[in-house]
């Protein structure tokens, strides 16, 4: 007779089963969160289903290396399995990233619908686009700095451009920013700004992926490089655990904010590229690239916000074991007060009852049976007295029968 083994006893087989996340990417544990991010799409480039078609080895190694990159990339989930493996990991929490130029017409359908309920939905840059960038094979058009660039790019398609900086423009810091107010029904990551290292062959290596936010009536998205370590807010990260308790939608919102990877650029030239990763259909965008020496005051506030919102996300941490502790006692309390509340309807019942029982007079019957008493009783009297003749019943006046006497000889 087959044996049938429990949730758990599953769950351990599975964990047994699967490769340690820092041998999947063939990193270390020291590695940095570039490295990771390095080598994660290296191998999600080598084992892309664009380039392994009908090869399901590829699609499982593609699988587990992006299941790999989603525990190493997450500090917290990182920290768990450092500490107790993919036991302190919950699978249900694991976000993949979508590549939208590789999921059917239902698929992508479902995915528009997410995102314009305002599920943040984590998406990846088509392999076809990567390959093509990093054979060399693309268009490069020139930015030219404080100028704006307005155009339209194809969903799943990518415009680059290359950006020359001064030594002095890099010392002053930098700035590229892409936004659109475009109309569509689904506005979820409408595009992406993306930037490339130069390999020596003359390839281009993704090295920043910043996902477009809403603001206001537009979409944007921005990096800035200015000499110190500036934030980026992922909103995806914690988004399923979110989803399943409400109050973690307020505490987590903070935890993606995490600093970029490159602070500074060097003097020379420098290549972005504004990925369209709309849903359905192409998107208008303005792209620019700006020095950052007239924002001198803007650098400032940006330094002094953001250390603000670190602080403020330790105090949230803080908070929400608090809150939880609090949230704990009124959840208590709040159910002995409907049992308190019971038990005092119960005792006065009970009261009213024993009050009742001190008398010898019987139970007072229901209206219903006193009136049909009553009925008898009245019969019964009828029987009785003596019936009144049927002539003097009709000489009895009523009241509307009243005889007014009127005087004739007065006029009316």
């Not at 803080?318 to 002995?336: G, I």
């Not at 139970?363 to 019964?380: A, L, V």
Request: net charge neutral.
């Amino acid at each position: 007779m087959p044996t049938h083994r429990s949730k758990s006893e599953k769950v351990d087989a599975g964990n047994q089963l699967r490769r340690d996340p820092y041998e999947v990417l063939d990193v270390t544990r020291n590695s940095t969160d570039q490295e990771i991010k390095a080598a994660y799409r290296k191998m999600a480039l080598k084992y892309h289903p664009d380039k392994n078609a009908n090869d399901p080895k590829a699609a499982d190694m593609f699988k587990e290396v992006t299941f790999s990159y989603n525990i190493l990339s997450d500090p917290d989930k990182r920290r768990q399995y450092d500490t107790a493996g993919f036991e302190a990991v919950e699978a249900e929490g694991q976000e993949l990233e979508l590549d939208l130029s590789n999921l059917g017409a239902v698929n992508t359908m479902f995915a528009a619908l997410f995102s314009k309920l305002g599920v943040p939905i984590k998406t990846t840059v088509s392999a076809t686009v990567l390959e093509d960038a990093l054979n060399g094979v693309v268009t490069v058009r020139s930015l030219p700095l404080g100028q704006q660039v307005v155009k339209k790019v194809e969903k799943q398609c990518a415009h680059f451009y290359s950006v020359t900086l001064t030594e002095e423009e890099a010392q002053n810091g930098f700035v590229c920013r892409v936004q659109s107010s475009d109309k569509s029904k689904f506005k979820g990551f409408v595009r992406m700004l993306l930037y490339f290292d130069q390999e020596e062959g003359g390839g281009l290596n993704l090295a920043l992926q910043e996902d477009s936010a809403k603001a206001g009536k537009v979409t944007s998205a921005g990096m800035y490089f200015l000499g110190f370590p500036v934030y980026r807010l992922d909103q995806t990260v914690n988004s399923m655990a979110a989803a399943k308790d409400p109050d973690s939608a307020f505490f987590k919102r903070l935890d993606g904010f995490q600093p970029c990877e490159i602070t500074e650029l060097k003097a020379g030239t420098h290549v972005f590229a504004v990925y369209g990763d709309n849903f359905f259909k192409s998107v208008s965008y303005t792209i620019e690239a700006l020095c950052a020496d007239p924002f001198a005051e803007e650098k400032e506030n940006l330094r002094a916000v953001e250390a603000q919102i670190l602080t403020k996300r330790v105090e949230l941490s803080k908070f929400e074991t608090e809150y939880r502790e609090v949230l704990s006692q009124f959840t208590e309390m709040t159910s002995r007060y409907a049992q308190e509340m019971q038990a005092i309807d119960d005792l006065l019942k009970r009261r009213n009852e024993i009050h009742a029982a001190y008398s010898n007079v019987p139970p007072i019957k229901r209206s219903r049976s006193k009136n049909r008493g009553s009925s008898k009783e009245s019969k019964d009297d009828g029987q009785v007295n003596d019936k009144k003749p049927v002539r003097e019943r009709s000489k009895k006046k009523k009241w509307y029968n009243i005889q007014l006497k009127v005087d004739k000889n007065k006029p009316c």
